[in-house]
């Protein structure tokens, strides 16, 4: 995806969030990461700002840059300290007249509420496990085991661990109380699909192309209350699901399973309204693909799925971002403009 322009004629501008309260050796790894991909990014011909999100006066300090010569590259979660507020971040990006990488903040916004995305997926006919929500601890109505109770609203696994998987109606009772009642959360009950898992990375706009999926390896568990991807997998080192759940790449699909995940994974994405990249989070079982999760923000860092994918598929990080910003450029009232304007001549 060429840009028909020089890149030094754009200047790139890198939101991230920056957690004051972070310990130095957390800073020292997040700046050694934004140095890398800026280094790449700059080898690349693009002229690169760093803007740190560290509290909600952040589109002051946006003040001094012009949203007509710059495209924003976000590279942010939230703001530090607010919960579930990276919509938020991508809302004063649009006040502002800024074109960023990524999703709107009402796709953000809406892929936090569970449910909706579930009813969604349900009248666009996309595969999802059988669900219900609960909103007190009541679990008449479900007879479907083994099940998974997972938060209503949130992401990145948030309160998801073994106890999530429950093999009778007492555990669920006790997880669908724990959430509602102890938490203060609605519960989202589904039916457990104990199958292959994959993280489904996509990216573009119209034309919209599959990463390679990368498998989400749970042989070292025996027992089906350890066969998911808890919070501590994700964020834990130490943790047993951390050490133990190893990602496979590229997966062991065939070229009809793999056509058929791809169907799954594109109808998920534009369901929900994806914009430039997102991550699917997906399990088969007796030749269908679930859709148990869309991420429309996923981690892009280096270690993560989506970057990992991309480099099997053989871009570099710092050619991921480019692409990325290739993406969002088209957006952009003036470099949009010049790249119409090149193709017509």
């Known amino acids: 995806m060429p840009l028909n322009f020089p890149p030094a004629e754009m200047n790139v501008l890198l939101l991230y969030d920056f957690n004051p309260h972070w310990t130095p050796g957390e800073k020292d ?9 800026t280094g790449a ?3 690349a011909g693009f002229s690169i700002d760093l803007l740190p999100v ?9 003040c001094s840059y012009d949203s007509q010569d710059c495209v924003l590259f976000n590279w942010c979660d939230g703001i530090p300290g607010l919960h579930h507020s990276e919509h938020l971040v991508v809302r004063q990006l649009e006040q502002l007249g800024f074109v960023f ?3 709107s903040s009402a796709t953000l916004s809406l892929s936090y509420d569970k449910h909706r995305v579930k009813e969604i997926l349900d009248r666009n006919r996309v595969p999802t496990p059988r669900w219900r929500l609960y909103t007190s601890s009541k679990t008449n109505g479900w007879h479907e085991f083994p099940a998974i109770v997972k938060p209503a609203v949130g992401h990145c696994s948030e309160w998801l661990t073994s106890e999530s998987v429950a093999m009778d109606a007492k555990e669920l009772h006790d997880r669908i109380s724990y959430l509602v009642d102890d938490i203060g959360l609605p519960a989202l009950v589904e039916d457990f699909i104990d199958g292959r898992e994959f993280h489904v990375s996509l990216w573009g706009n119209g034309r919209v192309s599959m990463l390679p999926p990368a498998e989400m390896d749970f042989s070292a568990f025996s027992d089906v209350h350890d066969r998911l991807c808890t919070y501590d997998a994700k964020f834990n080192p130490g943790s047993v699901h951390y050490e133990n759940i190893h990602t496979v790449l590229p997966s062991s699909l065939s070229a009809a399973e793999c056509a058929d995940l ?10 929900i309204g994806c914009r430039d990249y997102g991550r699917i989070d997906v399990r088969l079982r007796e030749g269908v693909f679930y859709v148990l999760d869309i991420n429309p923000n996923p ?10 994918s991309a480099e099997h598929a053989g871009y570099s990080h710092g050619e991921m971002a480019e692409n990325l910003i290739k993406l969002a450029s088209k957006r952009h009232p003036v470099f949009g403009k010049k790249k119409q304007t090149s193709a017509a001549n």
């Open 41 to 43: 990014l700059s080898s």
């Open 29 to 37: 790894e997040i700046a050694a990461a934004h140095s890398r991909l």
């Open 101 to 103: 990488t990524g999703s």
């Open 54 to 62: 560290v509290d909600q006066y952040f589109p002051e300090r946006l």
């Open 262 to 271: 791809e169907r799954v994974c594109m109808a998920a994405y534009k369901a």
């Open 299 to 308: 981690d892009i860092s280096e270690d993560a799925s989506m970057a990992s």
